[in-house]
Every structure is written in C-alpha cells, then in structure tokens.
C-alpha cells in the first residue's frame, strides 16, 4: 500500500472539492434563477468534461501551460512557477475536468427551490446573502452534498489527465491511480491488488456515508 | 390623496401592460379584482419590490418605495411588506414558529420567541409551534403565512388570492378571522382576488383590473351598482345588460325615458346621455319586484313586464330565475328572490308571471355592441 | 439549531483548511526522470546512495521519449536517465541540460515468455518464426519504438531477421519498456522482445523464462544521464555516484553491460 499516493490522492480529491463548492455553489445558483443572452453557449461549455477525452483536455492543458510560451511563460516570469507537473497543476485539471459534475446537481437543486420561498424570505426582510444562507443553501443541501461526493469520488479515480499532466512525480502527482499502473507496470501484482481493492472499500464507504447524509436531510427538510 | 397611507402609479406598455393608480387609507382593506391575467398580481408584486414597473412612484406611509424618475427603488428586504402568497411559501426545513421568527428581525433573540408565539396566538395556532408546514392543513398553512407577514410589523400587509387554494368550509371560517383580525390591525390592506363575492365580504373599496388597466374604483356596492361601463357590468357579473335608445328627459319629474324592445322604459334622470343617442342600460336583481300573484300593489306601475319562467334553479335558500320576456327576440331578465317567495308564489319552469323594473335600478352607460343580443 | 450549529462547525473548519493548504505542499525533495527500463537497478542504486549520503531522491519513471517532452515542457527534473544518447542530444540542442552527458550503462534486450509458454526462443529467432507460421503466436510485446528505445531496439531485431512485415499485425505496445515487460510476463502477449535487465527482476523469478539478445543486433542502447539545468546538489552527487564502483556492480547485477 503506498501511503504516500492515497494521502496524495485524498488530498487532490479534497482541495478540488474546496474551490468547488464555492463555484459550484454560486455558478449552479447562478445558472438556475437567471436568463441571459449566451446561457446556452456557457452551459454546453461546463458541460464539455463530460464528454471530452480526458486526454483532449490533457492535452489542451500541456498547451496552455506549457513555460516556454504565453501564459505559462508569464506564470514562470511572474510567479517562477508553473502549472503542470504540480499539485497545483492537477488541482486545475480537477477542478475543470469536474465543473458539470459539481454545477449540474447544485443547479437542479437550486431550480428545485420555489420562486415563491426566496421571494417570501425577502419580503421577511432578508437580505440576498440571509436568503443564501438560511433557505436557500439548506434546501439545496442534498444536491450539493451529492454534488461533492461525485466529485470526490471522480478526483480520487481520476487518471488520463494526471499521467498527461501529472509527470508521475512522488508526493506531487504520483496519485494512488497512477500508483496502482505504477505497481502493475513493477510487476508487483500484489501492492496493485491491495492498492486497488482498498480503493474500492474506501469510494463504497464514501458514498454510502454521504448518500446517508442526503437521505437524513432530505427526510428533515421534505 | 394625502391621507392614504399607500399610493401606487404604475405605467408601462411591455411586457405587461400597466396603467394603475391607486392609494388605501390605514385600517382599510382595498380588493384589486379582475379576471386571470388582469394583472392583478403583477401590481401585487410591484408594490411588494419583486417586480419593478418601468414607470412608478410607489409611496407608503411617508417612505419612497419607488420613484421610476429619481431612481429610487428599494428591494422587498428594504421595505416593510408583508406578504400572504397564494400557495404561503411557508418555509419547509422550518418550523410553525421558526418560519414567524424569520420575520421578527427588530428584535433581539429572546423576545423574538414570545412575540412569535403571541402573533400564533392571534391566528388561532397555539400549541402548533414545533409543526413543519409539510404536517398542516391548508387553513393552518395560510394562517402561519398571515402571522409570518404581521410579525414583520408591515407597513402594507399584502394578500395574494390567499383563500383560493382551501375548501369553502375552511374559507369561510377564514374570512370571518381576517375581519376580526382587521379591527386589530392599522395598516392598509391590498387583497387580490378573483372572486367577487369574497371581494363583496371583505373589502372597503375595490379596484376593478382589465389587461393591467384599472377601470374603475369604489365600494363593492357602489361598483356593483353604478358601473362606468358595460364592459365593467360585465366583469362585476352584472346578467341584465340590455342596450336601448334614449328618447327623452324629463328634468321635472327626474326623469329619462328609453325605448327597449319597442317598450318603453322609465330611468332616473341621467341626462349625460343625448336624445336619440344609443345606450347600455343595467339594472340589478335586488331592483326588480316581483308581481305577487292575487294581490297587485301599486309597485306593479313601475316598467312592468310579463315573462314566463324558463330558468329555476334554488339554492341557499334562494330561487334563481331566468324570465323570458321577449318571445320573438329570446330577451331574458334574470332575478332572484328569496325561497319562500317562490314558494308561496308557487313559482316553477314555464310559469307565468310579472315583474316590475324599479326606475332608481335603471343604470345607464355608454353604447357597446353586446354579444348576448342578437 | 443543532443543524445550524454543525453548519457553523464546518464553515469554520472550512475556512482553516483553507488557509492551511499552502503549508501542506509536497516534500522538498530532489525529482529525477528515470527510462523505465532501467527500475530496479536504479531503485538498488538510490538505496545505496541513500545509506552512504543520506540523501533522498523521487525518481518518476516513463519512456524517454515521453521523458524528454516533459522536460521540454518545463517539467521539474533536476537529472535525466535516458535509454539512449539521441533523446539527449535533442535536449542538448534545446539547452535544456546542464553539462556533459555520461554514458553509464549499455542496455540489452532479451526474448521473454511467461514460464509455461511452448514457444522455442533462440538468437535466430527461428523458433519465434515457427511459433507464427503454425499459428500458435498471436501477440507480441516490444516498447513503442516511438518514444521508447527499448522498442526501436526490438524493431531493428526485427527487421534484420525479417520477421518486421510478418510480426506486425501481431504486435502490441506497451508505452514503455517496462509495460511491454508486464505484458508478456502476465501472457497477454505470448512473447515479448523486451530489456534484459527488466527479465531479471526478482519479482519475475520463476514466472518467466527468457533468452538475452546479441548486442550485434541492434544499435547500443546507451543508457545516458545528463544534469538538467535546475540541478541541485544532490542531484549533481548522484550523478557522480552512478559512474562509481558500487553503481556500476548494481547495474552489472541488473544486466547491464559496463562501458
């Protein structure tokens, strides 16, 4: 079991999650009470990961990235830093390769909420950030949760970007599904198997927890 | 205009068209009524801030809601507004008295829970506190909803057809608690409905809405039986709309004389209207005597008419007749008298039997083609 | 109120994780690019390195070919192990490196099939010929001879014997020389033309047999490392310690041959 890849791996998983809640949160509200001029455009462009090629996307990332022009030239001159071969590098991988997973189920959510209850939070005096915090985010709960554990569980398997991406770096991008090609391509069938099989334990237990959770604030907020 | 407490302009051509002004003193409850798609909750909703009208000055109590040509507007959490939603909009990850405490926000947290209980109190609900919506009843959902938006301390309590969604039952009783409630209360008041009926019961004054445009206001009454035109009988549900010619006044005996159907018809005296010039004329049921059967009285002189019954209905304790007046041109005149009298006059289908026009009754408005003559 | 409470909780939890994250970045330790075929020897070799030094070394395995694209896209590595001197010398050109390159080790290929396999393995390749014209061999396994050179080796074999035209529609990739090893070691190619040094792994013991190539075959694979231009210390020194006595025995143990 390599310790190191899993924990690098429950890390990339979480930090993803962390900027996603915020811009799933805002761009599923957003998306599901406004109508404007290019809505369809932006939508079928988050909605672009769930059919793309991971390696489509790899690609387009190395390119984008790459130091020795444009805008990874300027993040080396202005920052001495880069964005591929990196955590930070896969923390943007994940976070577009996972913008529909978390935006859809947050703006069903949103959708989901009666016109009439925001409206009717206003009239008690509430004011639009109040209305987000006390209806509308608690009403929206169980699609968001659900929204996090898909994109958890699609980070921690996530693997096409980050051999792309990654540059297979222990401790940096070396994840536990790059780890697990890793042992196999060593000839170490048994690290590859506990590897492997630890990780389905883990995802079943996540999601299970998690779809509990839904369940229980679903039964309170019917 | 100046002692209102509310006063309302609003005017725009698209998307909705508007063109309504309208103001409600304190302690009085106006009902805006129109048919579906009048508008009515549009203006609702414009003097709440979730809608805002391109043109408007909406001013309550001293404050400037909205004043399209300063560029004020403030939005719903800015002004003190309740409103009762048609379907209430309880909150429903709340409880009874977390959904009222939502609304108490000029008080710190303590006293929110006993202000709270005591507005449950006011409606009817103690002992439902720990309750979520989704485990109340249609009369008990609305009567939070109510208490929701008085703990708000409102400066215009607001009511959006708030009685449509329960059974007649429920209502009723309802409708009795909302005009207790009103002596308790010094706000002005704006119902929309689209019944008028509960707009008869409830309001001090009405507003008459058509494809946003207000087309006359007043008492119920006052409306019901001095509409400004046919097209208003109509939509206060008047059923004897006739058109007729004026032929002559009488400035002496207060008098104005028409011809209908080849008879003629003694009116007041309403001399607004020209010899010879076509009318719309209207005359309410509770302005029509029935000739009793055996004993003629002097009222029989006043326009009296000869019909046969072809319509009998009864119901609540009244007779809904339809009386064919015309037989070559199908002109019926509807009336209702109470049951009893029916009965004694042993009123049925195909009975024949008189009945006088009171000229007070005999309203007069301008020429429109109605679809009901032929 | 309980549930508004642990929302609490969690914004606040929220936020530290937030503000913490830079602190929990990766260790600092040097990175260095490593041709796969070359795994266990290097992982012996940066053991002892370890024990005599102290130090510490990651070690990212891939082709060279891929190896050197990642360099040139500004990848991390402070030393580069190639499986030849060409993608060096490209890396050369691009100034991507820092100083010489040294060639450590000669790299040699071998014929390898999983243990109970009946396939014959001889020099010729003649046993490999029969196997094919009696339908017994479906699949071969060499590395991608576009960016691996174990699989440029293996195709030059090929070709001299000329078997290249025949064998190519049984021919299956492995995306770098250890892939194509662990293909034909688990079966899923019947035969693989594959690093000698990759046969010998331990964990292959008694799973395969295999058969070592002539040199004469094919070009050298001349297994070169070069510093990369953001080399440290550390790297520097383990590049010293592979042209020395004790790394040099590793890789002969591993089957490489000395130059």
């Known amino acids: 079991m390599d310790w190191q890849a899993l924990a690098l791996s429950v890390k990339l998983s979480s930090v993803t999650l962390l900027f996603l809640l915020p811009i799933g949160i805002l761009l599923g509200r957003w998306l599901a009470y406004r109508q404007f001029w290019g809505k369809s455009l932006l939508q079928t462009l988050l909605a672009l990961p769930l059919v793309l090629p991971p390696t489509v996307l790899g690609y387009y990332l190395l390119v984008a990235f790459s130091p020795n022009q444009g805008l990874g030239l300027w993040l080396v001159n202005t920052f001495g830093t880069t964005l591929i071969f990196n955590f930070q590098g896969l923390v943007l991988a994940s976070i577009i390769f996972n913008l529909p997973f978390a935006i859809h189920p947050m703006q069903r959510a949103f959708a989901a909420i009666p016109r009439e209850i925001r409206e009717a939070a206003a009239c008690c005096g509430m004011r639009p950030s109040l209305v987000l915090w006390k209806i509308e985010l608690p009403l929206a709960w169980p699609g968001i949760v659900s929204a996090m554990v898909i994109c958890f569980a699609h980070t921690l398997g996530e693997f096409g970007i980050v051999l792309m991406v990654g540059g297979n770096i222990p401790a940096e991008t070396q994840t536990i599904a790059i780890a697990i090609y890793d042992r196999v391509q060593s000839f170490d069938d048994h690290a590859a198997a506990v590897m492997s099989f630890s990780l389905l334990l883990f995802s079943m237990l996540t999601i299970s927890f998690t779809y509990w959770l839904s369940a229980r604030s679903e039964r309170t907020h019917d | 205009m100046t002692d209102s407490a509310i006063q309302i302009t609003l005017q725009q051509a698209s998307p909705i068209p508007l063109s309504v002004q309208l103001e409600c003193k304190s302690g009085e409850l106006l009902a805006l009524v129109g048919p579906s798609g009048s508008g009515k909750t549009t203006v609702l909703r414009a003097i709440a801030g979730l809608y805002q009208a391109q043109n408007a000055q909406i001013i309550c109590q001293g404050e400037v809601w909205q004043n399209s040509m300063q560029n004020i507007f403030l939005a719903p959490h800015q002004r003190h507004v309740g409103l009762v939603f048609q379907h209430y909009a309880l909150f429903p990850h709340m409880t009874v008295l977390e959904n009222i405490q939502q609304a108490i926000t000029h008080l710190p947290k303590q006293q929110r829970q006993t202000q709270a209980l005591e507005l449950l109190k006011k409606v009817h609900l103690e002992g439902l506190e720990q309750r979520y919506p989704k485990n109340l009843s249609g009369g008990q959902q609305q009567r939070v909803a109510v208490a929701r938006a008085l703990a708000r301390q409102p400066k215009v309590l607001l009511l959006d057809e708030p009685f449509s969604a329960v059974d007649q039952v429920t209502r009723r009783k309802l409708y009795r608690e909302l005009l207790v409630l009103r002596e308790s209360l010094s706000m002005p008041m704006i119902l929309v409905t689209h019944d008028l009926d509960e707009s008869n019961l409830l309001a001090d004054h009405i507003a008459l809405l058509h494809k946003g445009e207000i087309l006359q206001t007043g008492s119920p009454d006052f409306v019901a039986a001095h509409p400004k035109s046919a097209t208003i009988a109509r939509l206060m549900d008047q059923q004897n709309l006739f058109t007729a010619q004026v032929i002559a006044h009488d400035q002496a005996t207060q008098k104005t004389y028409l011809r209908w159907r080849g008879t003629l018809i003694e009116a007041t005296y309403q001399a607004q209207f020209a010899i010879n010039e076509r009318v719309c004329w209207m005359i309410q049921s509770e302005n029509i005597l029935l000739h009793r059967r055996g004993r003629p009285s002097n009222g029989n002189k006043e326009n009296p008419l000869q019909g046969q019954i072809t319509e009998y209905m009864e119901s609540s304790g009244l007779a809904h007749l339809r009386v064919q007046v015309d037989k070559q041109l199908d002109t019926t005149i509807s009336i209702n008298v109470p049951l009893h009298v029916a009965k004694r006059n042993a009123l049925g289908l195909h009975e024949e039997i008189g009945l006088s026009l009171l000229s007070e009754g005999i309203h007069l408005m301008p020429y429109q083609a109605l679809r009901s003559e032929s | ?259």
Do not use: C
Not at chain 3, 122 to 145: C, F, M, V
Not at chain 3, 180 to 193: E, K, P, R
Not at chain 3, 219 to 232: C, D, E, K, Y
Not at chain 3, 236 to 247: D, V
């Open chain 3, 1 to 259: 109120m309980k549930l508004s409470l642990l929302k609490n909780r969690l914004a606040l939890s929220y936020l530290l994780l937030i503000l913490f994250t830079p602190i929990l970045s990766a260790a600092e330790i040097p990175v260095i690019a490593a041709a796969s075929n070359i795994k266990f020897a290097l992982e012996d070799i940066a053991t002892a390195f370890h024990q005599e030094t102290g130090k510490s070394l990651r070690i990212s395995y891939s082709s060279s070919g891929n190896i050197t694209r990642q360099i040139q896209q500004g990848g991390p590595f402070e030393l580069f192990l190639s499986a030849n001197a060409q993608y060096v010398e490209q890396l050369h050109q691009q100034h991507k490196t820092l100083d010489q390159d040294k060639v450590f080790a000669l790299g040699r290929l071998a014929l390898l099939s999983p243990i109970n396999s009946k396939v014959i393995l001889d020099e010729q390749l003649t046993g490999l010929k029969q196997a094919l014209q009696a339908g017994k061999l479906q699949r071969i396994a060499i590395a991608n001879p576009k960016h691996a050179p174990f699989g440029i080796a293996a195709r030059e074999v090929l070709q001299k014997q000329q078997l290249w035209d025949t064998i190519l529609p049984h021919l299956i990739l492995g995306e770098n020389a250890a892939q194509a090893t662990q293909f034909a070691s688990s079966g899923a190619a019947q035969v693989g033309l594959v690093s000698y040094s990759l046969a010998l792994a331990p964990a292959l013991k008694n799973r395969v047999r295999y058969l070592l190539i002539p040199s004469s075959l094919h070009q050298p694979l001349q297994q070169t490392a070069v510093l990369l231009n953001n080399a440290g210390d550390t790297a520097k020194l383990f590049f010293h310690y592979l042209q020395q006595e004790k790394a040099r025995g590793i890789l002969s143990r591993h089957g490489y041959t000395l130059p």
